[in-house]
């Protein structure tokens, strides 16, 4: 079956310390994102790629890296520039032809120890 | 005006009611939406698509109001499953990025 496949479900992250958050679809989309959800509010962008090798920052990037080397694998680093990393990360994809609607990962949720 | 706004809810229904979400967006070039549906502590979920003046798929109608820039889901019969929140999503600019609202919780009581 076709899908995103994030993982791990859950992390942890201990102070001063880089993590990253896995995420790979084999939909053959295009386009992937991050987003970044806080409790009772909305999704928030991090990063979006269009196309392999290339990415551009979204609302929230600051304290996040991400690398788009093969089209299938967009993973995420929260680094320990990032100083709130508590929250529940989706990643999406979706193809680039006119508007078309994202497919999400189940998430990540990343907590501080 | 924000980029996209939701009715704040939550909404409380029983079951069998009928119960209408508005959403409003600012960029009049917007062509088409999505309705998402989120379960708690779970990702969103396509509802519905929106491409011209609505759509419908069972108890679930979406309208589009391109004068007063809203669009509209109705869901009909209201069942306890139907208990989440609605994200209405809205292109941001040209191309491919999107804007989600903040959603709308509703809950279904028996």
């Known amino acids: 079956d076709g899908g995103i496949t994030q993982s791990p479900k859950y992390l942890f992250r201990k102070e001063g310390q880089n993590v990253t958050l896995s995420c790979e679809q084999n939909l053959n989309h295009d386009a992937m994102y991050w987003y970044r959800q806080d409790p009772g509010q909305g999704l928030r962008l991090i990063y979006y790629?269009?196309?392999?090798?290339?990415?551009q920052k979204g609302d929230i990037a600051e304290g996040y890296s991400v690398s788009r080397e093969k089209k299938e694998s967009f993973p995420l680093t929260v680094t320990s520039a990032q100083k709130n990393p508590t929250a529940f990360y989706l990643c999406?994809?979706?193809?680039?032809?006119?508007?078309?609607?994202?497919?999400f990962g189940d998430g990540t949720r990343l907590s501080i120890l | 005006r924000k980029e996209v706004e939701q009715d704040p809810g939550p909404f409380n229904v029983p079951e069998g009611a009928t119960v209408a979400f508005n959403c409003t967006y600012s960029n009049s070039a917007s062509q088409s939406f999505f309705w998402y549906r989120q379960d708690c502590r779970k990702e969103p979920k396509l509802l519905m698509s929106v491409y011209s003046s609505g759509n419908e798929d069972g108890r679930f109608t979406a309208q589009l109001n391109r004068a007063s820039q809203y669009i509209s889901l109705l869901i009909r019969d209201s069942k306890l499953s139907d208990s989440a929140t609605y994200l209405c999503v809205v292109p941001r600019g040209a191309g491919f990025k999107t804007i989600f609202g903040a959603g709308t919780r509703l809950f279904v009581k028996a």
């Open positions: 999406a994809s979706s193809g680039t032809g006119g508007f078309q609607p994202q497919h």
């Open positions: 790629s269009q196309i392999v090798n290339d990415f």
